[in-house]
């Protein structure tokens, strides 16, 4: 029965921890397809990922604390977005990004082996 119980929840914990595989920070460009795609979702644990956490700029984003206005924001900010080009020199990344209003120049930084926004 113990064994019944230890199988059953180590299933569950990697079912509730599936979805954030949707999620790859491996390399830049994957990294801004996942912000992409958490930013549609409105997803704030896997937001929380997608940015540097030595960056003030997006604290919110990194605690979790995002208000759903400036997540909406986000959200349609991000929307349609498409990588135009991605320059890496090892471990920082400048990719130009078409968002729904302006192209823009993300600068991205390796942090634990995962690429994340530092700026933009």
Not at 20 to 39: C, Q
């Amino acid at each position: 029965m113990l064994i019944f119980g230890l199988v059953f929840f180590t299933s569950l914990m990697m079912t509730s921890c599936g979805e954030k595989s949707d999620y790859d920070f491996s390399t830049p460009e994957a990294s801004i397809k996942s912000l992409i795609k958490a930013s549609a979702k409105k997803d704030k644990d896997a937001l929380s990922l997608c940015f540097s956490k030595e960056s003030k700029e997006f604290k919110e984003i990194v605690d979790k604390t995002i208000s759903d206005g400036d997540l909406e924001e986000l959200k349609q900010l991000f929307a349609n977005a498409t990588i135009k080009g991605v320059e890496e020199k090892d471990n920082l990344a400048l990719v130009s990004i078409k968002l729904s209003s302006r192209d823009e120049e993300i600068q991205m930084k390796k942090e634990n082996n995962n690429w994340v926004v530092f700026d933009f």
